[in-house]
């Protein structure tokens, strides 16, 4: 079965600290897609990054980077000198070549950016 | 560049009304498009999705329904609301074919009294 899990549940940093949120995967699939979503508090995702699964490079833009590990299934998103702005929920998600409009969304990590 | 409407922004209706949720996307063609729904809490459950005009797949079988009559369209229907309906309920779309990314739209929020 797929599932995506992101254990924590909420987090709250002081403004300029560096916050880590993680995201396991599970999937017997070999190509999938995992995808990061950030939920501000007006309600619409916007989509940050997708890697597919033969793409372990790690990504950075900007004040975002992501730790793609296939041997741990994981796909981990860190934010670098965290602003307020980047008050958020943030949802990890997963997308199998079998069902690509079947996205597998984890239960999402709420991060708040105290200043 | 593509955009993605979703309206009424905000709705508040009695248990037993009926419901209709638009959605529809401006800058591309055929699109695959998505209804999903987030409870209180933060889970996103997919509802229904559509590969073209007239095509609807139903994932959770429920009180509501959803209809594609025109490539660019998506609707979300109910006939009698019930409490259980009250949430967020966001529209998505993607380019069809591949592994293309799912954008969504800015959602309407539901509250059923």
């Known amino acids: 079965a797929q599932k995506v899990t992101q254990a924590q549940t909420e987090i709250s940093v002081v403004e300029k600290e560096d916050v880590t949120l993680d995201c396991v995967y599970e999937t017997r699939d070999t190509t999938y897609y995992l995808f990061w979503y950030k939920q501000p508090p007006s309600g619409e995702l916007v989509f940050l990054i997708r890697?597919?699964?033969?793409?372990?490079q790690n990504e950075i833009s900007g004040r975002y980077s992501w730790n793609f590990q296939k041997s741990t299934s994981s796909f981990n998103f860190t934010i670098t000198a965290s602003q307020v702005v980047d008050s958020a929920v943030y949802f990890c998600a997963l997308s199998l070549k079998t069902s690509y409009d079947k996205v597998i969304f984890g239960p999402g990590t709420s991060l708040s950016v105290i200043p | 560049s593509q955009t993605i409407h979703q309206w009424p922004a905000t709705l508040v209706q009695p248990v037993g009304s009926p419901l209709s949720l638009e959605c529809t996307v401006e800058g591309t063609s055929n699109p695959n498009l998505y209804w999903y729904r987030q409870a209180a809490g933060r889970g996103l459950q997919l509802l229904f999705y559509s590969v073209g005009i007239g095509q609807i797949s139903s994932e959770v079988p429920q009180n509501l329904s959803a209809s594609r009559p025109q490539d660019r369209q998506f609707i979300l229907s109910s006939k009698k609301l019930l409490l259980s309906d009250s949430g967020f309920y966001l529209c998505?779309?993607?380019?069809?074919?591949?592994?293309?990314?799912?954008?969504f739209g800015p959602g309407t929020r539901l509250l059923v009294l």
């Open positions: 998505a779309w993607r380019s069809a074919g591949g592994p293309q990314t799912q954008y």
């Open positions: 890697r597919n699964s033969f793409d372990e």
